[in-house]
């Protein structure tokens, strides 16, 4: 009979013994809450991506793997501040798909995974359609984009085409405000203009005398605005190409860079498709 005791309370404690493991086990698990990551509106936008992570038994590493289109994952190492953890996925082009998910190991080295989280970068639209080309002069070799809407817009991956051929100015990281103008100058003139941000210097001449077509472009590739002069007379305009209080394209004699329009009273618009 005693030996039958000895047997009955060895089981208990083994039990209990491993019930407490088991415990162990579950109480030192991470756990991943607050998942949250920035927007990629642009390519040249990275996203960061933060969570809190915890464990009773402390936590050892935690990392978030990404992948972009379905393709291999890549593990970023993610640093902490309080329970809060950082990672960084690097900006990737517009239209991209980008899957990601983390990884967090106790200090008694149990492993927790989240959820897996997408995104597309671009899906968050900017709206671009208050933007205009409002004056070209290619006498002072200008080029004026004026914010119509009442909304300041981003700027960054807008760029500027001449001729169908190439880019000759790419935005840089900066905002446009509601109702403001924003002035570029062509590089034939840069040493005319010493303080001027080299940043709002576009790459190429720009003439009065002949036909050309300036394009201002999202991040897309897609036309915001297009002057598209098909049908010069021949001969220097004096002055610019400017949009009258009416939209039209007209010449104005007056050139008023980086301010209101004077409205011309010559229209160009048979000279444009």
Not at 68 to 86: K, N
Not at 103 to 116: D, H, K, L, P
Request: with cysteine; charged share 20%.
């Amino acid at each position: 009979m005693k030996r039958i005791f000895a047997i009955a309370a060895a089981a208990v404690a083994l039990a209990a013994s491993l019930s407490s493991c088991v415990q162990d086990k579950v109480y030192g698990l991470p756990t991943i809450t607050g998942i949250n990551n920035t927007v990629a509106v642009l390519a040249s936008d990275e996203v960061v991506v933060t969570a809190t992570v915890t464990s009773l038994t402390g936590i050892s590493s935690v990392n978030l793997l990404w992948a972009a289109d379905g393709g291999a994952w890549t593990p970023v190492a993610m640093t902490a501040t309080g329970d809060v953890w950082s990672g960084v996925i690097p900006a990737q082009p517009v239209d991209t798909e980008v899957s990601y998910y983390i990884e967090a190991e106790s200090e008694g080295g149990e492993t927790a995974v989240s959820v897996t989280i997408s995104y597309v970068v671009g899906a968050e639209v900017i709206d671009y359609s208050g933007l205009r080309l409002n004056e070209l002069n290619g006498n002072d070799k200008f080029i004026e984009i004026y914010n119509t809407s009442g909304e300041d817009i981003p700027l960054s991956g807008l760029c500027i085409w001449k001729d169908s051929e190439k880019s000759v100015w790419d935005a840089p990281q900066l905002t446009l405000k509601a109702g403001e103008f924003l002035l570029l100058y062509s590089e034939d003139v840069q040493a005319d203009h010493p303080d001027w941000d080299a940043a709002l210097i576009f790459s190429s001449g720009l003439s009065a005398k002949k036909n050309v077509r300036i394009e201002l472009r999202d991040p897309k590739g897609s036309d915001i605005d297009d002057f598209n002069c098909t049908k010069h007379p021949g001969g220097e305009v004096e002055g610019s190409y400017g949009r009258n209080a009416d939209g039209g394209w007209y010449i104005q004699t007056t050139a008023t860079p980086g301010a209101a329009n004077v409205d011309g009273t010559e229209s160009v618009e048979g000279w444009l498709e």
